[in-house]
């Protein structure tokens, strides 16, 4: 079994801040990482994804997360923020084995403010 | 890119009727589907795994007689919640997994039983 913590439920940030929300995990398993971001009144979007290699990933929208695994930790960043980054992210956990069995984070809430 | 689609978007019933949800993948084959429950300002979580041609596997807690679930192509599942009451009502999301082992979402849908 995993778990997911993410750290913030709501995190308040000025427009062209940078901004970072923490993701924890705990699994008994190996497990892919994830980061999703839904929009008010829209499906979950995929933003960036952890599978091997590269402990860095990065989003095309700016966005990029570092797997950490001695501190199992996936946090993710941006270093300049837009308004449009208003949403809701949720950090996810599947284990490898039974790929596409999410266990989401409770998600946090990035409101940017001009 | 890949798209799961839902129908419908949203839904409003009395109590005691049932519903059916449909989930489809438009463009690619899907033999695993999942569905995902979102209450509000909370996060998803797992439902059931929808294998295409056999029984779903329901997640601890979730009652296989209240939440049917029919994987009859590899482009559809359905979820049928029977006899629906007010503490059914919740955002409803299901999820493809590509032969390409990538997941996409669908856009929900909204439940609200009167």
């Known amino acids: 079994a995993q778990s997911v913590t993410q750290l913030d439920s709501q995190v308040p940030v000025f427009e062209e801040a940078p901004v970072e929300l923490r993701c924890n995990y705990s699994s008994s398993v190996s497990v892919y990482l994830f980061w999703y971001v839904q929009y008010p009144n829209q499906g979950l979007q995929l933003l960036l994804k952890y599978l091997s290699g590269s402990t860095l990933v990065e989003s095309i929208n700016g966005f990029e997360a570092e797997f950490n695994k001695s501190q199992t930790s996936f946090h993710l960043r941006k270093p300049s923020v837009h308004i449009s980054d208003t949403a809701e992210y949720f950090c996810a956990a599947s284990p490898t084995d039974s790929w596409g069995k999410f266990q989401f984070g409770a998600g946090t809430q990035v409101v940017v403010t001009p | ?114």
């Open chain 2, 1 to 114: 890119g890949a798209v799961v689609s839902q129908h419908p978007s949203w839904v409003i019933c009395k109590s005691g009727t049932s519903v059916k949800i449909e989930c489809r993948s438009l463009d690619f084959q899907a033999t695993t589907m999942f569905w995902y429950r979102q209450f509000p300002k909370q996060s998803l979580m797992l439902m059931a795994t929808s294998n295409e041609g056999s029984k779903a596997t329901y997640e601890q807690g979730v009652e296989k007689d209240k939440f049917l679930i029919n994987h009859a192509s590899l482009t559809l599942s359905t979820l049928t919640v029977t006899s629906a009451h007010p503490e059914d009502s919740s955002f409803y999301i299901c999820s493809a997994r590509t032969p390409q082992e990538t997941q996409y979402f669908g856009p929900g849908t909204r439940l609200l039983v009167l």
